[in-house]
C-alpha cells in the first residue's frame, strides 16, 4: 500500500506540475484530487511545454492510469481542449488511461459569469479569483443545486436540474446587470461534451481504493498551495476548497492511514498571483528581477506573480497543514547571480514574536518578517545532478531550510525540464529505497 501526495505548501504555482511528472515515473496511478481549471500545472519535456489544467500530470507518461477524483470541479470545454491537446501527441487513445469521477460537480458558463460580475463588483475588494467559476460551482455544489459530470448521460436529469436552477442564476446575472443565460444555449454546449467525456467516465474513488489496496503506487497530484485553504488560509483570500493534503481522503473516499508520504513543493523564493497579503513580497527592482528570471507569470491567467523571499515561518505553518513528510524544492537555479539571499525566519507584531502563524490579512499586513541574510552563488546550476556537487551556499541554503523545518528535501528542481531534477530516492519507498 503506497499512497503518496504532492502539495503546493506556498500560495500555489510551486512547480507541482513538474515534480508530479517526474515522479509518476514511479507511480502506477496518478490522480488529481481537488480544485479546477483554475490551476495551471506547467509539463516541460525536452522540446515539449504542455499546461494541465484538469487532466493528472502524469498524461505524459504512457502507460499510468490517470484519475480525477470527485472533489474536482470540471468545466467541460476546458476538459475536452485539455482531452484533444494531449491525443493530439498520441497520449489517451485508449479511455481506459483516463478516468473521470461520475461525481465532479460541473463548472457551467453561469458559474464563470457569476464569478467574473461578483470580483467586479467587489472592486477594492476583489479576490484577484482565476474568474474559472470556481467559487460558485462550489457554492452550487455545497447547496446541492449543481449538476454533476455522471448526470449527463441522462438529458432529462440535465434539464431538469437546470431549469431549476436557471431562474435564480438569472436573477443574480441580471442584478449585476449581465445578460441572463439561455436554456437551448447550456443544452447545446452540454450535449457535445457529454459525448466526449462520457466514455472516460466511471467510479473514480473505487478505483483508487482497489489498487491501494493491491499495493500499487498511488500519486496525488494536489493543486493551488496551504496559504489558499478555504479554512487555513488567508481568508477571504483564498480558494473556496481545502487545499491541504488531507483533502485527498474526503475527495477519494479514503482513509487517513492511507496515505503514508507527503512531500510539499516550494520555490526557494515566494510568489503569489491574486490579492491578499505577503509579508516577504518585494515590491521593488528585486521582486521584478525574480519575476523576470523566473519567468513568473501564471499559467492560467497569465497575470503577473508577485514576488518575494522565501518565508520559513509561512512553510512551518504549510509543513504542519500537510503533514509534510519530505519537501520538493524548486526553481533553485533562479537565484543564480542574485547576490546575498534573505529568509524570513519569524514574524513581530508590535515588538514581539508570534508563535503562531496569522491568516487573518489585517494581522499579516502588519507583521514585520525578521531576516537572516544568506549567501548568495553565481554558478549556473541546472546541468548538476548531485546534491554533495551543488554550490556551498546551496548546500547551506538546503541545511538551513531543513533544519527549521525538520522535514528532508528529497527533490531539488533545477531548471523547469523534467531531466534538470536531482531527486534522492524513489518517495514510494521509505523503507527499501
Ligand atoms: P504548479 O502550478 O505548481 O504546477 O506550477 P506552475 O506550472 O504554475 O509554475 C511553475 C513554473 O516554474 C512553470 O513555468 C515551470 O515550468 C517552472 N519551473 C518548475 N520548476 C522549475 C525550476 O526548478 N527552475 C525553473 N527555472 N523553472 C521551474
Ligand atoms: P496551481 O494549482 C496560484 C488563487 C487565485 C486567487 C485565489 C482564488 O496552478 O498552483 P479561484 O479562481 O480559485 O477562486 O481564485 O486563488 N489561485 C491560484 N494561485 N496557483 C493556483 O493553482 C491557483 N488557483 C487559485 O489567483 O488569488
Ligand atoms: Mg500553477
Redesign the pocket.
Known amino acids: 500500500m503506497a499512497g503518496l501526495v504532492v502539495a ?1 505548501a506556498q500560495w ?9 511528472d517526474l515522479l509518476s515515473e514511479f507511480a502506477d496511478v496518478v490522480v488529481r484530487f481537488h480544485g479546477g481549471a483554475n ?6 519535456v525536452g522540446e515539449d ?1 504542455l ?1 494541465t489544467h484538469l487532466i493528472p ?1 502524469g498524461v505524459l507518461r504512457p502507460g499510468k492510469r490517470c484519475v480525477i477524483g470527485p472533489a474536482v470541479v470540471i468545466d467541460p470545454q476546458v476538459l475536452v481542449a485539455e482531452i484533444d491537446e494531449v491525443q493530439k501527441r498520441g497520449l489517451l487513445q485508449r479511455p481506459e488511461a483516463l478516468l473521470v469521477s461520475h461525481r465532479c460537480h460541473l463548472v457551467l458558463p453561469y458559474h464563470k459569469l457569476l464569478d467574473a460580475a461578483r470580483e467586479s463588483a467587489r472592486g477594492a475588494l476583489k479576490i484577484g479569483t482565476t474568474l474559472r467559476g470556481i467559487g460558485p460551482c462550489l457554492e452550487d455544489k455545497v447547496a446541492r443545486c449543481g449538476l454533476r459530470v455522471g448526470d449527463l448521460g441522462d438529458s432529462g436529469l440535465v434539464n431538469a436540474r437546470l431549469s431549476a436552477r436557471l431562474p435564480e442564476v438569472n436573477a443574480l446575472l441580471v442584478h449585476y446587470g449581465r445578460e441572463p443565460v439561455r436554456l437551448e444555449d447550456l443544452h447545446a454546449g452540454l450535449r457535445e461534451q457529454a459525448e466526449r467525456i462520457l466514455p472516460f467516465v466511471g467510479d473514480a474513488g473505487a478505483l483508487v481504493r482497489a489498487e491501494l489496496a493491491r499495493g500499487r503506487a498511488v500519486l496525488f497530484e494536489g ?1 493551488q ?1 496551504a496559504l489558499l485553504d478555504i479554512d487555513h488560509g488567508t481568508y477571504p483570500y483564498v480558494t473556496s476548497s481545502n487545499t491541504v493534503a488531507g483533502a485527498v481522503c474526503p475527495s477519494l473516499g479514503l482513509g487517513p492511514r492511507l496515505v503514508e508520504e507527503v512531500m510539499g ?1 516550494t ?1 526557494a523564493y515566494s510568489t503569489r498571483v491574486g490579492e491578499g497579503p505577503f509579508p516577504t513580497e518585494l515590491a521593488d527592482e528585486r521582486g521584478q528581477l525574480l519575476r523576470a528570471r ?3 507569470v ?3 491567467t497569465g497575470r503577473p506573480r508577485r514576488c518575494g523571499w522565501l518565508d520559513l515561518v509561512a512553510l512551518r505553518y504549510a509543513v504542519a497543514l500537510h503533514g509534510c513528510t519530505s519537501l520538493g524544492l ?5 537565484l543564480g547571480g542574485f547576490g546575498p539571499l534573505k529568509v524570513a525566519v519569524a514574524y513581530r507584531l508590535d515588538g514581539r514574536d508570534l508563535q503562531e502563524y496569522p491568516t487573518e490579512p489585517g494581522v499579516l499586513e502588519r507583521v514585520e518578517p525578521v531576516y537572516e541574510e544568506l549567501e548568495g552563488w553565481d554558478e549556473d546550476i ?1 546541468d548538476l545532478r548531485e546534491r554533495e556537487a551543488l554550490p556551498t551556499p546551496v548546500q547551506r541554503l538546503l541545511k538551513r531550510i531543513e533544519g527549521d523545518l525538520g522535514v528532508p528535501i528529497e527533490l531539488i ?4 525540464a523534467r531531466a ?2 536531482i531527486v534522492s530516492r524513489n518517495p514510494f519507498r521509505r523503507k527499501n529505497p
Open positions: 503546493g500555489g504555482d510551486e512547480g507541482k506540475g513538474k515534480v508530479v490551476a495551471g500545472h506547467t509539463l516541460v511545454r499546461v500530470s493543486a498551495g513543493i520555490k523566473g519567468h513568473e501564471g499559467a492560467t524548486t526553481k533553485l537555479d533562479v541546472r528542481s533545477v531548471g523547469a534538470e531534477t
